[in-house]
């Protein structure tokens, strides 16, 4: 049916890749485009022969526009499906202005030297991308990705308005290394460290770092403990859910990645500001992601299972109601499935989804739009059919 140019070749996109494989009725053919080629290739070696998806591969660095549109122009794909890091989203979306392709993402625009996390800079792309008649689709992972497209499900069919959700995020995963992340190690722990925040009655709440801890107990996983992040999913969802009190946004941690993040905070590995070593500058973050296990290689060590879904509260018929959709995924399975852990399978999978959404024409709605300003329902069903089919209760326990 289409083509899809795939950037970035790392943890998620593996997975992603490993999905418009198994999905060559609407993936005919795939270009796989990254900074380092060989990877690509070694991907498309291990691809090929186990699919009717045609496959290619190209270098490009995506900081750079005019290569990027160079490589559009001559893939000539119906989309393009940025799985790079966030600090290349604006380069990624400006080519695809330029060429007027589809664009498809699973994280919001960061610059490389803030840790500023909000939508502003792609949301002043909606006009541009309206006029050019083309679709941005933005955070089409899991978080944010599938927790959006559970809000609007849950607006759609369950409720007449919602007032409160929790979105909870539980790795129960275990890789056996005393700290490692499990998606890039640079833009995990500039999520984990910033402060925390939540949005309450038309406004952000801000808090310190880890400082509000819940307990849940998590189908599948068990009892964890779990603190309040800021996430971005929180910024569109608080525009696009009308009626909403708050939202807040959880994530489980084992005390020895939090024992070991602080022992790293504390030393300044952590910090973003460049310091000057040997006589170079280098960013001690970028240098602490070079020593810690590629989350990529924890697939094969990792064991257990993850549980995120949303928690929501709201009104049905005038009536109080209370309602959880959620996915237990298992890392060995994923392994086994495509050689990576859950973490980037909950993630690759949904972005996989998206791009088909938008090639298949499901979706299609000229401008940048947020995933859960979408129809749900097409995207559900595909849940269920690629990996990640969820489940549901009207008796949650709640958060509080
Ligand atoms: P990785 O670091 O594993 O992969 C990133 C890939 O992008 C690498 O192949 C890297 O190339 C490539 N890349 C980086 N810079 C450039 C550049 N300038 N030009 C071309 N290619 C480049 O990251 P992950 O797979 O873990 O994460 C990918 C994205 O998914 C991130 O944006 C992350 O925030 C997002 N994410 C979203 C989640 C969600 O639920 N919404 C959850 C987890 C992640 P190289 O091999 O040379 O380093």
Same mark, same amino acid.
């Given at each position: 049916?289409?083509?899809?140019?795939?950037?970035?070749?790392?943890?998620?996109?593996?997975?992603?890749?490993? #999905?418009?494989?198994? $999905?060559?009725?609407?993936?005919?053919?795939?270009?796989?485009?990254? +900074?380092? !080629?060989?990877?690509? @290739?070694?991907?498309?070696?291990?691809?090929?022969?186990? =699919?009717?998806?045609?496959?290619?591969?190209?270098?490009?660095?995506?900081? %750079?526009?005019?290569?990027?549109?160079?490589?559009?122009?001559?893939?000539?794909?119906?989309?393009?499906?940025?799985?790079?890091?966030?600090?290349?989203?604006? =380069?990624?979306?400006?080519?695809?202005?330029? =060429?007027?392709?589809?664009?498809? @993402?699973?994280? $919001?625009?960061?610059?490389?030297?803030?840790?500023?996390?909000?939508?502003?800079?792609?949301?002043?792309? +909606?006009?541009?991308?309206?006029?050019?008649?083309?679709?941005?689709?933005?955070?089409?992972?899991?978080?944010?990705?599938?927790?959006? !497209?559970?809000?609007?499900?849950? *607006?759609?069919?369950?409720?007449?308005?919602?007032?409160?959700?929790?979105?909870?995020?539980? $790795?129960?995963?275990?890789?056996?290394?005393?700290?490692?992340?499990? /998606?890039?190690?640079?833009? %995990?722990? +500039?999520?984990?460290?910033?402060?925390?925040?939540?949005?309450?009655?038309?406004?952000?709440?801000?808090?310190?770092?880890?400082?509000?801890?819940?307990?849940? %107990?998590?189908?599948?996983?068990?009892? #964890?403990?779990?603190?309040?992040?800021?996430?971005?999913?929180?910024?569109?969802?608080?525009?696009?859910?009308?009626?909403?009190?708050?939202? +807040?946004?959880?994530?489980?941690?084992?005390?020895?990645?939090?024992?070991?993040?602080?022992?790293?905070?504390?030393?300044?590995?952590?910090?973003?500001?460049? &310091?000057?070593?040997?006589? #170079?500058? &280098? &960013?001690?973050?970028?240098?602490?992601?070079? !020593? *810690?296990?590629?989350?990529?290689? *924890?697939?094969?060590?990792?064991?257990?299972?993850?549980?995120?879904?949303?928690? /929501?509260?709201?009104?049905?018929?005038?009536?109080?109601?209370?309602?959880?959709?959620?996915? &237990?995924?298992?890392?060995?399975?994923?392994?086994?499935?495509?050689?990576?852990?859950?973490?980037?399978?909950?993630?690759?999978?949904?972005?996989?989804?998206?791009?088909?959404?938008?090639?298949?024409?499901?979706?299609?709605?000229?401008?940048?739009?947020?995933?859960?300003?979408?129809?749900?329902?097409?995207?559900?069903?595909?849940? %269920?059919?690629?990996?990640?089919?969820?489940?549901?209760?009207?008796?949650?326990?709640?958060?509080?």
């Amino acid at each position: 049916m289409g083509k899809a140019l795939i950037i970035g070749c790392g943890g998620v996109a593996s997975v992603a890749i490993h #999905k418009c494989c198994q $999905n060559s009725e609407v993936f005919e053919e795939i270009c796989i485009a990254s +900074r380092t !080629v060989s990877k690509c @290739d070694a991907l498309k070696e291990k691809l090929q022969g186990t =699919t009717k998806t045609k496959i290619t591969t190209a270098q490009v660095n995506a900081d %750079n526009v005019d290569e990027l549109i160079a490589l559009i122009n001559e893939v000539k794909p119906d989309v393009v499906l940025n799985l790079a890091l966030p600090y290349q989203d604006l =380069t990624i979306m400006d080519a695809c202005l330029a =060429t007027k392709t589809h664009y498809i @993402d699973t994280a $919001n625009y960061e610059p490389e030297d803030t840790a500023k996390f909000e939508y502003s800079w792609q949301w002043a792309y +909606r006009e541009k991308f309206e006029e050019a008649g083309i679709t941005a689709l933005l955070g089409s992972g899991f978080d944010p990705g599938v927790t959006g !497209v559970f809000s609007a499900y849950a *607006l759609k069919h369950e409720f007449d308005e919602i007032n409160y959700i929790d979105i909870l995020d539980c $790795n129960g995963g275990d890789h056996g290394y005393p700290f490692a992340t499990n /998606f890039n190690p640079e833009i %995990n722990i +500039r999520e984990v460290s910033a402060k925390g925040s939540y949005w309450e009655d038309g406004h952000w709440v801000e808090t310190e770092p880890m400082e509000i801890k819940r307990e849940y %107990n998590f189908e599948g996983v068990g009892e #964890k403990d779990m603190y309040l992040l800021h996430h971005e999913e929180i910024e569109s969802l608080a525009l696009n859910i009308p009626g909403i009190k708050r939202i +807040r946004f959880f994530m489980t941690f084992g005390q020895s990645y939090l024992t070991h993040l602080k022992c790293l905070e504390n030393v300044g590995m952590t910090s973003i500001e460049p &310091i000057m070593y040997e006589g #170079k500058e &280098i &960013i001690p973050l970028q240098f602490l992601k070079a !020593v *810690l296990p590629d989350p990529a290689s *924890l697939g094969p060590r990792t064991k257990g299972k993850t549980n995120i879904g949303c928690i /929501f509260q709201g009104k049905k018929d005038g009536k109080e109601k209370t309602y959880y959709l959620y996915n &237990i995924c298992d890392h060995e399975e994923c392994y086994k499935e495509v050689g990576s852990q859950a973490v980037a399978y909950t993630t690759g999978v949904p972005a996989m989804i998206g791009a088909m959404m938008v090639m298949t024409g499901k979706w299609n709605k000229p401008g940048v739009h947020n995933i859960e300003e979408f129809d749900p329902d097409p995207f559900m069903d595909a849940l %269920n059919k690629w990996g990640l089919p969820w489940k549901e209760t009207h008796t949650p326990v709640l958060v509080d």
